[in-house]
Antibody, heavy 117, light 110 residues
Framework: QVQLVQSGAEVKEPGASVKVFCKASGYTFTNYVIHWVRQAPGQSLEWMGWFNVGNGNIKYSQRFKGRVTITTDTSASTAYMDLSSLRSEDTAVYYC??????????WGQGTLVTVSS | QSALTQPASVSGSPGQSITISCTGTSSDVGNYNLVSWYQHYPGKAPTLIIYDVTKRPSGVSNRFSGSKSGNTASLTISGLQAEDEADYYCCSYAGDYTWVFGGGTKVTVL
């Protein structure tokens, strides 16, 4: 069955970068677009961007443009989300999810990123 | 884009029906039949319960149903059960390969 397994929790200082990975299994990795969504404490889900594993196209939310980079390693069936210039407001649970025709069918378990000095 | 507007909380007694609204604009909800709904238990990953406004994935209870009118989509949970107590989020395609989520609704079963 489809599984998305994400990397473990991270604690970072303000100004640093964090890289979260999302390892996929149970399907052909190039078949789905991978999105990243985050949820800050007490807040709603927030769309960050996507990477089309099949053709390499990428789109980022304007809110994160310039700070977020999504990449993949198809040989490892793994997607990565790199967020730079971290601030306290970036403390959140970050999720990867597969997009199947404009909706998110499978989700990773989430990765808590805490930004604190 | 701005988040879609959902009521912060909705409650109901077991067996009752409740409806959660999700209001967007003519650029997102009103322009595409691409609204999905997710059930989210704290500490867990969200799960898809409705897609393309009205469709239910295999395995999702038929107590969940979706609809849309103009710029507002709705999720109805009928025959409310204790296990339905969770947060619910709507999500819409917003054009130009972007997506937008709702603010989330906490459902309480009284």
């Amino acid at each position: 069955q489809v599984q998305l397994v994400q990397s473990g929790a991270e604690v970072k200082e303000p100004g640093a970068s964090v890289k979260v990975f999302c390892k996929a299994s149970g399907y052909t990795f190039t078949n789905y677009v991978i999105h990243w969504v985050r949820q800050a404490p007490g807040q709603s889900l927030e769309w960050m961007g996507w990477f089309n594993v099949g053709n390499g196209n990428i789109k980022y939310s304007q809110r994160f443009k310039g700070r977020v980079t999504i990449t993949t390693d198809t040989s490892a069936s793994t997607a990565y989300m790199d967020l730079s210039s971290l601030r306290s407001e970036d403390t959140a649970v970050y999720y990867c999810a597969t997009e199947e025709s404009y909706y998110y069918h499978f989700w990773g378990q989430g990765t808590l990123v805490t930004v604190s000095s | 884009q701005s988040a879609l507007t959902q009521p912060a909380s909705v409650s109901g007694s077991p067996g009752q029906s409740i409806t959660i609204s999700c209001t967007g604009t003519s650029s997102d909800v009103g322009n595409y039949n691409l609204v999905s709904w997710y059930q989210h238990y704290p500490g867990k990953a969200p799960t898809l319960i409705i897609y393309d406004v009205t469709k239910r994935p295999s395995g999702v209870s038929n107590r969940f149903s979706g609809s849309k009118s103009g710029n507002t989509a709705s999720l109805t949970i009928s025959g409310l059960q204790a296990e339905d107590e969770a947060d619910y989020y709507c999500c819409s395609y917003a054009g130009d390969y972007t997506w937008v989520f709702g603010g989330g609704t906490k459902v309480t079963v009284l």
